[in-house]
């Protein structure tokens, strides 16, 4: 039974597991851009993002979702639809930091970290069902 429960959210649990690494990478490539090299928030953020990206694709292939096919058209087809809906979520994340920090003033670092919650259950759902989702066999 406990077995059957570690199967069936193995999935997620992975997922989590990656999601709050790379939550961990993006806001300390945040901060680090923006306290130590002095970008704005909106290069902070952009920059940010670009790395934990990069993080992400790579766990999520081999370790969360298992996609062990290096074939040429197999990993194109992948970046481009991980990139697309991680751009996506990364200008909802930016947007998020641009009124709240820049607008609205509130503290950046609290902010950067409530919107990664949002952007980690929004890639999750993209990674799951559209990036990596399994093929049915025939």
């Known amino acids: 039974m406990v077995k059957d ?26 901060y680090l851009c923006v306290r130590h090299i002095k970008m704005s928030t909106g290069a902070g953020t952009i920059t940010a993002w670009g790395i934990s990206v990069l993080f992400a694709y790579i ?21 481009t639809s ?16 641009l009124i709240f920090v820049d607008w609205v003033h509130l503290y950046d670092v609290g902010v950067k970290f409530f919107s990664n919650v949002l952007v980690v259950i929004l ?16």
């Open 5 to 30: 429960f570690l199967r069936q959210y193995r999935n997620i649990a992975s997922y989590l597991f990656f999601g709050v690494c790379t939550t961990v990478i993006n806001i300390i490539s945040y």
């Open 59 to 79: 766990t999520n292939k081999l370790y969360v979702f298992e996609s062990r096919s290096w074939d040429k058209k197999v990993v194109i087809a992948e970046i």
């Open 82 to 97: 991980f990139f697309t809906c991680r751009l996506l979520t990364g200008i909802l994340d930016l947007t998020v930091m």
């Open 123 to 138: 890639n999750y759902i993209a990674s799951r069902f559209i990036i990596f989702k399994k093929k049915k066999s025939k």
